[in-house]
């Protein structure tokens, strides 16, 4: 694979993955399925410490949801993007 498609928007490499994940943080909040489901990401969780490790503060609350076929998950992870004043 080359450089390109390693680091474009759709690959599956950390740095694109981060990216991903950025985007959709800067519209609105995110939950651990709907990463893996939307943005093919397998380890939000990973993803996010990385970009709180790159300065970005994003917080997290525990939800419970029901995937797609009908499971209910208890502690769910909902990350929201927050801003600190400047």
């Not at 949801?65 to 927050?82: F, K, N, P």
């Amino acid at each position: 694979m080359n450089d390109s498609t390693q680091n474009s928007s759709l690959g599956t490499s950390t740095h694109a993955q981060r990216a991903r994940l950025l985007t959709w943080l800067e519209a609105g909040p995110i939950d651990t399925i709907t990463a893996r489901r939307e943005l093919n990401i397998l380890a939000p969780a990973a993803r996010v410490k990385e970009l709180k490790e790159r300065g970005h503060s994003i917080q997290a609350q525990r939800i419970s949801m029901t995937d797609e076929q009908g499971r209910t998950h208890h502690g769910i992870a909902l990350y929201h993007l927050t801003h600190t004043e400047e």
